[in-house]
Each structure stands twice: as C-alpha cells, then as structure tokens.
C-alpha cells in the first residue's frame, strides 16, 4: 500500500506552522503601539490610587503580549509627600507607556491603579505631560462623581472641566460629550487630585 504522507511532506507542514508561530511571537512582543484608550475594553476599573511616581526600577521587566508584569518592577510613589516603595508582581495586570519605560529622570511619570490592601491589582504609568498633569483617553459618561473614560477607567472629576481648547461655546459638558464622541483627551491633574479639563 503507498504511503500518503512522507515524511518530506510532514517536515514541510511542521515549518510553515513553525514559521508561522514565530511571526506571531515577533508581531505581539513587538505591539507595543497600543494607546491608553486601547486598554480596558468592556472591564470597569475605579481606579483608587493615582499619584507621582519619583522613581521606576526595572530588572528582567517587561509588559507581556497579555498585559502582564514579567520580571521585578518597583516604582517609588509619593504618598503625602514621602516616598513609598511599591513592587509591582510578576502576573499584576496593567499598561506602561514607552517613556515610563525608557524614563531615566525622576518625577517623570504618575501612576493610576487598583488596589486590594497595599497592593496594586491593576496599573498604568502615564508620562506627565505638562505640571503635575497628564493625558488620559476622553470621557464617555460622567456620574457620580467619577468621569467615566472610554477604555473603561472610572476617576474623579472637578467641579469644572474646561473644553475652552475644543469648544467653548458648548452650553454644557453633556453638550460638549455628545457633539465630540471620544474625539479629544482628558487632562489629570495632581493637585486638584482630578480630571480638570480636555485637549482636542
């Protein structure tokens, strides 16, 4: 009886699937263009810790293809002025964007997160992009007391967020959420200790 399958031909199919797997490998270590808003998906987060990070401290760190911590992360958060050293364990979920990751200054980056006890489950180190502020993805929904953000992160708000930088003429800020639909970025800052304005 002939043989159906050769062994020539088993070998072939084992290196195109080979190949294959290793591109995928290569593609998800190097996806690392996905913004903020890209987080989250349907899963809401209240995130309950938002404050300055002094300084990163990485060995063996990187973020996993699934959002993971891999290796030893340990940041220095500023609790009421002091430094607080903060391990971040291999598994915890999160995000970190590339100039937290490649930040070599101090005071260059805040971190938002979740926490169980003393311990971050959930976490995200922003670049600061102007004085004690930094950029987080828009407001979908705001209630109590929480700004409601599309990739499904929920802050505190202040009493007044400025859109004059979009629309000043909007009448209100649910006004201003239906003509804009996600199309700007809110504004955090640290003082206020919440999302104070927008930036289109």
Not at 13 to 38: C, E, K, N, P
Not at 106 to 129: E, H, K, M, N, W
Request: proline residues 4%; negative net charge.
């Amino acid at each position: 009886m002939r043989q159906v399958l050769s062994w020539r031909l088993v070998a072939a199919i084992a290196a195109v699937v080979g190949m294959a797997f290793l591109v995928y490998v290569v593609q998800a270590s190097r996806d690392d263009g996905a913004t903020f808003a890209d987080t989250g998906g349907d899963e809401t987060r209240r995130m309950d810790v938002v404050a300055l990070v002094g300084s990163i401290e990485q060995t063996d760190f990187q973020m996993t293809p699934q959002g993971t911590v891999s290796g030893t992360l340990v940041i220095e958060v500023m609790v009421g002025g002091q430094p607080v050293r903060t391990q971040l364990f291999p598994g915890t979920r999160g995000v970190m964007s590339d100039e937290c990751a490649a930040a070599t200054e101090q005071f260059r980056c805040a971190v938002i997160g979740q926490s169980l006890g003393d311990t971050l489950v959930y976490f995200a180190l922003v670049p600061l992009s102007g004085e004690l502020r930094f950029r987080l993805p828009a407001i979908d929904d705001l209630e109590g007391g929480f700004a409601h953000l599309v990739n499904g992160w929920e802050l505190p708000y202040g009493r007044q967020i400025d859109r004059t930088p979009c629309d000043p003429d909007s009448a209100s800020f649910g006004e201003f959420l239906n003509e804009h639909e996600g199309e700007f970025e809110s504004i955090y800052d640290l003082t206020e200790k919440a999302i104070v304005a927008v930036d289109c």
